[in-house]
């Protein structure tokens, strides 16, 4: 079945500098991979996806990559300010358990330090 | 406004005591689930629900129950609560399928002692 691995589970940046956090997955049939933002007390928040039909897709000061190949994606967050700072989460839709679901991986701690 | 309402926040109960965790979504969503969030694991999915009177198991849905009789609401029942299920529950729908945008409330922490 589908397997996320997540890295790194911590992150601290100065604000300003760039951030990126990599996943990888284990099912070379996983076609959907989207990244949620949590922060303090709420729920998660999709920031942004990429479907397997392209390598990269960007939206103001957030990217995410994605190698199909080597089975990893990563989130990369440019001129990072305080305000980034939460819990990020990568997600990757597979086959596993006899069903086809959103599998999760264990979540990076941002912190952006003014 | 746009929303996945849970209720309530927070809870403390004991092993045993039956309690229910109420989501409702005002979105028209046909897709709703139900997720736990503990360190270290992510989000593992306990219950979907495609449709109305349409719900699966999830990862995780070893002592819970759900029902969808209306389309705006999942909620989420544990029958005999256990410590083991101590963690932070959200609900979560989208328009059509788990590949739409999900939407999530804002979490119930439930403890059980």
């Known amino acids: 079945g589908e397997n996320v691995e997540q890295h790194p589970s911590t992150l601290s940046v100065q604000e300003g500098d760039s951030a990126v956090i990599k996943c990888t997955y284990s099912?070379?049939?996983?076609?959907?991979f989207p990244w949620y933002k949590q922060e303090l007390g709420k729920g998660p928040q999709l920031i942004i996806d990429?479907?397997?039909?392209?390598g990269e897709k960007k939206d103001q000061r957030i990217a995410v990559t994605l190698n199909k190949t080597a089975k990893h994606f990563s989130l990369h967050i440019t001129e990072t300010q305080p305000e980034d700072s939460a819990v990020y989460f990568c997600?990757?839709?597979?086959?596993?358990?006899?069903?086809?679901?959103?599998?999760f991986g264990a979540g990076t701690r941002l912190a952006v330090h003014p | 406004e746009a929303q996945v309402t849970q209720n309530p926040r927070y809870l403390i109960t004991v092993t045993g005591k039956k309690l229910t965790v109420t989501c409702s979504q005002n979105m028209n969503h046909e897709y709703m689930s139900w997720y736990r969030q503990d360190p270290g694991l992510g989000l593992r999915q306990i219950y979907y629900?495609?449709?109305?009177?349409?719900?699966d198991k999830g990862d995780v849905p070893e002592g819970y129950k759900v029902s969808r009789k209306e389309k705006r609401n999942f909620p989420l029942i544990l029958e005999s609560p256990s410590p083991n299920q101590t963690s932070l529950y959200f609900c979560?729908?989208?328009?059509?399928?788990?590949?739409?945008?999900?939407?999530f409330g804002p979490g119930t922490r439930l403890t059980v002692l």
């Open positions: 629900s495609m449709n109305v009177e349409v719900t």
């Open positions: 099912d070379s049939a996983s076609n959907y």
């Open positions: 979560a729908s989208s328009p059509l399928s788990i590949t739409d945008t999900q939407y």
């Open positions: 990429i479907r397997s039909n392209v």
């Open positions: 997600a990757a839709w597979g086959f596993s358990g006899g069903y086809n679901k959103l599998i």
